[in-house]
């Protein structure tokens, strides 16, 4: 996508952002109304101990909500309480079965 100055409908430009450049990609989101939640993880690109996965998650989180305390004109205190309350939620009752893609990118 660098360069390309073109995002498809709903993608995040990231055309811009030189300074990714060398950077690794390990996760991609969208969110469907047919298909729901869609996660593509390639753990590979930052080590092989889930842990570090664990803490991207977490700085991913804090992250959001800076985003939506922006976006919503609301505190980040309130947008990092609700987030961790969704988290919280999802963690006890899970509202997806994960599935794993195979090399012609079918789910299995």
Known sequence: ?????????????ISAL?????????????NGEQEGLTCLIEPRAIGADPFVFGM???DAIR??????A??????????LGRIWEGFDAERDSP???????DPEGKPN
Request: charged share 25%.
């Open 70 to 79: 922006h976006a919503a004109g609301i505190s980040e205190e309130h947008a």
């Open 1 to 13: 996508m660098f360069g390309s100055g073109k995002a498809n409908q709903g993608e995040i430009d």
């Open 56 to 58: 991207a998650m977490v």
């Open 63 to 68: 992250h959001g909500a800076k985003a939506y």
């Open 18 to 30: 030189d300074w990714l450049r060398g950077s690794q990609e390990f996760l991609r989101m969208w």
């Open 95 to 101: 509202t997806d079965e994960p599935r794993q893609i």
